[in-house]
């Protein structure tokens, strides 16, 4: 696997990470708080969300935009090596029906190489910033058949 | 004004350890497919065993399945009316909380099977002056280590912002 187009791409400084477009909505929001068990009510009751928090609809999850971006790192790193660390913040609230975009740019090459990553509004802001710190291990710890293979726009999310 | 009173200080160094976490297939198969993620190692037993893995792996990020439903592991009368639990929340005046900065490292894959034990640890408390008023950054230092042989799998700081 090492010696694919893609992982030798993607080792290079200002290579793009396999970015990928989701657009949350009410299901995925219930499926995420039920799987992390997250009873919080701004994530799934949009009166209470209005009227007593403010806010113009249900949110997304902070942490679910750490999923996705985990995904991501995930996606780039198995075809040659492991994540090994990642570091992210929220900067802006989502509320769903939004088109995101989750993706990024190596930013160190060689054995340990670097990423920015982000979750990206439509006009290209932010909503979650972070960066990714991968290691080379010659896919010694991936299988060819490990790929992640849910390309799909909408991030297996269409209905 | 300040939120940081003595007795929201003394909440510095303070730990909790949570009951093992058993990690199931059950488990992984939903955090995939919330995810959309439809790789056949999170989802099939012979695939990962022909990968080389004991059982099912869990996606990167499963972890967050553990570090967020445990807190709320409590009779629902104990619930906030938002919903949300106290979690280790030094008590201040603070109205809002929200989240900042998470930093985590991954030392191995999570399996079903495993059974993961948080811990957690206030190893940070700071008050600074922001716009809208005194803010509280609460640092949380989290290991996930792997019962039985202690292993540490996963490190994690996070951030909560009090204001």
């Not at chain 1, 992390?36 to 994530?43: E, G, L």
């Not at chain 2, 959309?36 to 190692?41: F, H, N, P, Q, V």
């Not at chain 2, 004991?54 to 009316?81: C, K, M, Q, T, Y």
């Not at chain 2, 803010?135 to 042989?149: C, P, Q």
């Amino acid at each position: 696997m090492s010696g694919t187009p893609l992982a030798v791409a993607s080792m290079n400084v200002g290579d793009q990470l396999p970015s990928f477009e989701v657009r949350p909505d009410p299901v995925q929001l219930f499926c995420y708080s039920a799987i992390t068990w997250n009873p919080h009510r701004i994530h799934y009751d949009a009166p209470y969300s209005r009227d007593v928090e403010g806010y113009d609809d249900i949110l997304v999850h902070g942490p679910l935009m750490g999923s996705w971006l985990m995904r991501l790192c995930e996606t780039w790193v198995r075809p040659w090596g492991r994540v090994a660390s990642m570091t992210y913040r929220t900067i802006a609230s989502v509320h769903p029906g939004t088109t995101l975009t989750v993706g990024g740019v190596v930013t160190v090459g060689g054995d340990a190489p670097e990423a920015d990553i982000w979750v990206a509004l439509p006009d290209g802001a932010f909503a979650t910033q972070g960066s990714v710190r991968a290691v080379r291990t010659g896919g010694a710890d991936g299988a060819p058949s490990t790929a992640v293979n849910d390309d799909r726009l909408d991030g297996g999310q269409r209905r | 004004m300040s939120l940081l009173t003595d007795e929201a200080r003394s909440w510095l160094g303070a730990e909790q350890t949570f009951e093992p976490w058993l990690v199931t297939r059950m488990q992984i198969a939903q955090y995939a497919y919330t995810l959309g993620i439809t790789d056949r190692i999170h989802l099939d037993v012979e695939e990962a065993r022909r990968a080389g893995y004991r059982d099912v792996i869990a996606p990167l990020g499963f972890h967050l399945v553990i570090r967020h439903a445990v807190p709320n592991l409590l009779p629902i009368s104990e619930l906030a009316e938002d919903g949300g639990s106290d979690d280790m929340t030094p008590p201040t005046a603070a109205q809002r909380r929200m989240a900042g900065e998470t930093s985590t490292t991954f030392h191995e894959p999570i399996v079903a099977g495993d059974e993961i034990r948080l811990s957690k640890r206030i190893g940070s408390l700071e008050e600074k002056s922001g716009r809208s008023g005194p803010l509280v950054f609460v640092g949380y230092d989290l290991e996930y280590r792997r019962e039985g042989t202690g292993d540490l799998v996963i490190s994690e700081r996070y951030v909560r912002i009090l204001r």
